[in-house]
């Protein structure tokens, strides 16, 4: 693989490879899993520079063959149910997976051409922006703030967010966990500078968490939902009353560009598959529980306070993102002020490519 994509896939790896929010038994599988994933995002990578590769080079405009598809673990039903492949192959369009641990991994890869489509939450766009990425929103997804919180060992005598100060505090750099925090801090009176920031992607944070490094981590579903069970942590404070937006779906600007028709498939069929999921929750924690290596029990927990739903751009959304890019640039998180319409696409190429939504 080239050196670019080694070292995106060392750094979302990181001490990964060592480490899994799953129990032992599974680890092997997992880290199998995690690393085929890998291989798949390697080898595009190299179609990418070869011009004359048979498979997934959608580096120039134009209607792709293969959709390369980005997905953490919150998201992994919509690979489980393989509703893409039944809506899209018939087309002649194929689907590769491929796993991030967290956003700011997922939309690297997306800068560095590695990967067409892909999901993260409200904060990873913004530093992608501010690193120069080429890429658009697409749709919003449900807000979730029940499927958030900042974790504390069980037996921790940290009782209120004001006790957070000066404690060290883990999170993934840029995600949607580093902007809870944030908002935490200010809505308690306290400053980002009265904690202690350990910036560390999700498996390496509940490793450091288990071993007692940390005394605290801002976390999301499903990583959250296996650590008050597994890891006997305790929810200080979850998102209810502070998260007012959920995440976003993305795509590359080339691909988006010339696939206009898949990119509507794609969201019909997300679409669809959240709202099976609203009327079906057992079924859908049954189905993700063996998939992740997540007791059935955490597993529900996590499902039954997930919003399902596909969000239409709209101003009241752009307005929302408008704001957690100030707060990053005040926090000086990143270099420049940014303006997040640069990012958005134009009213009417949403309606050309958005399902309807009740």
């Known amino acids: 693989m080239n050196q670019v994509f ?22 092997g599988a997992f880290i199998a899993g995690l690393c085929l994933s890998f291989l798949f995002a390697a080898c595009t990578a190299n179609n990418a520079a070869n011009p004359n590769a048979t498979s997934g080079n959608n580096s120039t405009p134009g209607k792709a063959s293969v959709v390369r598809f980005g997905y953490q673990k919150s998201a992994i039903l919509i690979k489980a149910k393989g509703v893409l492949e039944k809506r899209l192959n018939p087309q002649g369009i ?16 997306m800068n560095v051409g590695s990967i067409d489509f892909g999901h993260a939450g409200e904060s990873p766009p913004i530093f992608a922006q501010a690193a120069g990425a080429s890429l658009v929103y697409i749709a919003g997804i449900a807000a979730n703030p029940a499927g958030s ?23 993934q750099k840029g995600s949607s966990a580093h902007y809870m925090l944030v ?69 590359s600007r080339q691909f988006t560009e010339g696939n206009q028709e898949t990119i509507k498939a794609i969201l019909e069929e997300i679409k669809n598959l959240d709202d099976w999921s609203n009327q079906h929750r057992e079924e859908v924690a049954k189905t993700l529980s063996p998939v992740l290596g997540i007791d059935l029990e955490s597993m529900r927990r996590a499902t039954n306070r997930k919003n399902f ?11 929302e993102q408008q704001k957690v890019a100030d707060t990053f640039y005040e926090l000086k998180l990143i270099p420049k002020p940014l303006d997040v319409k640069e990012a958005f696409l134009k009213p009417e190429q949403y309606t050309a490519f958005s399902p309807q939504v009740q």
């Open 309 to 319: 739903g596909v969000v239409p751009i709209d101003d009241r959304l752009i307005a």
């Open 149 to 171: 919180a900042i974790l504390v060992p069980q037996n921790s005598p940290i009782k209120t967010i004001a006790d957070l100060k000066g404690k060290k505090i883990a999170f």
């Open 6 to 27: 080694r070292r995106l896939v060392e750094k979302s790896i990181g001490r990964g490879k060592r480490l899994s929010i799953f129990p032992v038994p599974i680890l």
């Open 94 to 109: 194929s689907v590769e997976w491929i796993e991030f641990p967290a956003g700011p991994q997922l939309l690297e890869a």
């Open 183 to 251: 908002q935490v801090l200010k809505k308690a009176g306290l400053q980002y500078s009265d904690i202690q920031p350990v910036t560390l992607p999700p498996a390496d944070a509940r490793a450091a968490f288990v071993k007692g490094s940390i005394d605290a981590w801002s976390i999301w579903d499903p990583f959250y939902a296996a650590a008050e069970k597994a890891a006997n942590a305790r929810a200080l404070i979850d998102g209810k009353g502070i998260n007012t937006q959920g995440g976003y779906y993305l795509a």
